[in-house]
């Protein structure tokens, strides 16, 4: 609460004298007797006991009307939020090496994709306020959705993925990426990025991965290449043909970064670091807004004031 006004309230200082002038100067009456004695012991009415709430009214409502005039007000705090979203393009490897159950999970093996989409799964209910697409790769790009918010949409989409869906026997990735990007092309986002992940190496297409990391990054997109796959079982580690090289040299020439996961546990870590990286910015400010609220002391003040003046013209108001 506050006054628009303040300096208004000076006024209350003249309510003394208008009290003065209204009920002891001009209301001024006498009357002659050769004694007052006789008076003394008169009953007091209801009437005269009365009486000393007149100048009582009288003052309350030229306070309500001098704090009306200092114009009242009540803030409403509100606030605006501004969110700077991080649009991100999903690039999964969906060949046949895929398949491959190195990963554990509860002491169960299971897949290289399978793992995949756990992680992934994970990662969509952490970023609630970007947009967020797939892609799906194997000899050809294929896309799974378009960047959306609806991350449950995309988690459905994502379950139904799997590697006989394409010509798993080759592995496009730079056409996958070129299929990325292109999703990203016109978005407007302050930070756009893809996250790759594969198995395998470059062995088919017509944009080398390098190349198409080029145009990612002459368009501002960052890439985030993960080599998954490969841990060890029993003594042996699990065959693994990721070009490391290659995805090294991918997200450095798009400013981004790459990762090494061989088992579940760093595949998870993976993206937890991706998240933290690539925060979404959410700008609150608060501000107030003032109503104003003069209405109900101008009608206070004046039912006070009419009371007054009703009860002054009635018996109340004249002498005994």
């Not at 002459?218 to 985030?224: D, E």
């Given at each position: 609460?506050?006054l628009?006004?303040?300096?208004l309230?000076?006024l209350?200082?003249?309510?003394p004298?208008?009290?003065?002038?209204?009920h002891?100067?001009l209301?001024?009456?006498?009357m002659q007797?050769?004694s007052?004695?006789?008076?003394?012991?008169l009953?007091?009415?209801w009437r005269i006991?009365?009486?000393?709430a007149?100048?009582?009214?009288?003052?309350l409502?030229w306070?309500c009307?001098?704090?009306?005039?200092?114009?009242?007000?009540?803030?409403?705090?509100?606030?605006l939020?501004?969110?700077?979203?991080?649009?991100?393009?999903?690039?999964?490897?969906?060949?046949?090496?895929m398949?491959t159950?190195?990963?554990?999970?509860?002491?169960r093996?299971?897949?290289r994709?399978?793992?995949?989409?756990n992680?992934?799964d994970?990662?969509?209910?952490?970023r609630?306020?970007?947009?967020?697409?797939?892609?799906g790769?194997?000899?050809?790009?294929?896309a799974?959705?378009?960047?959306?918010?609806d991350?449950?949409?995309?988690?459905?989409r994502?379950?139904?993925?799997?590697t006989g869906m394409?010509?798993?026997?080759?592995t496009?990735i730079?056409?996958?990426?070129?299929?990325a990007?292109?999703?990203?092309r016109?978005s407007?986002a302050?930070?756009?990025?893809?996250?790759?992940?594969?198995?395998?190496?470059?062995?088919?297409?017509?944009?080398s991965?390098?190349?198409?990391?080029?145009?990612?990054e002459?368009?501002?997109?960052?890439?985030?290449t993960?080599g998954?796959g490969?841990?060890?079982?029993?003594?042996?580690p699990q065959r693994?043909?990721?070009?490391e090289e290659t995805?090294?040299?991918?997200?450095t020439?798009?400013?981004?970064?790459f990762y090494r996961?061989?088992?579940?546990?760093?595949?998870?870590?993976?993206?937890e670091?991706?998240?933290?990286l690539?925060?979404t910015e959410?700008e609150?400010e608060?501000f107030?807004r003032?109503?104003?609220?003069?209405?109900?002391?101008i009608i206070a003040g004046?039912f006070?004031l009419m009371t007054?003046q009703l009860?002054s013209?009635s018996?109340?108001?004249?002498l005994?």
């Open positions: 609460m506050r628009a006004n303040p300096y309230l000076l209350l200082l003249l309510i004298a208008l009290i003065w002038v209204r002891f100067m209301n001024k009456q006498s007797f050769s007052r004695t006789i008076l003394v012991d009953p007091k009415s006991r009365l009486q000393p007149l100048p009582i009214l009288y003052a409502g306070i009307l001098v704090v009306a005039l200092a114009r009242p007000q009540r803030g409403l705090q509100e606030s939020t501004r969110i700077e979203t991080v649009d991100i393009i999903l690039l999964l490897d969906l060949s046949e090496s398949d159950p190195d990963f554990v999970r509860l002491n093996r299971i897949s994709l399978d793992a995949a989409k992680v992934i994970r990662f969509l209910e952490k609630p306020n970007d947009r967020i697409g797939m892609v790769f194997a000899s050809l790009p294929y799974v959705a378009p960047l959306t918010l991350h449950n949409w995309l988690a459905h994502m379950a139904g993925l799997h394409l010509d798993g026997r080759r496009a730079g056409d996958g990426i070129a299929s990007i292109n999703r990203l016109d407007e302050k930070s756009k990025l893809v996250i790759l992940l594969t198995d395998g190496a470059n062995n088919h297409g017509t944009l991965p390098e190349n198409a990391a080029h145009a990612a002459a368009l501002g997109i960052k890439i985030y993960i998954a490969g841990a060890r079982t029993g003594f042996r693994s043909e990721v070009d995805l090294k040299q991918v997200a020439i798009s400013n981004g970064k996961a061989r088992d579940l546990e760093s595949l998870t870590a993976v993206y670091e991706i998240d933290q690539e925060k959410i609150v608060q107030t003032f109503e104003e609220v003069s209405k109900g002391w004046i006070l007054e009860l013209l018996r109340m108001g004249r005994p």
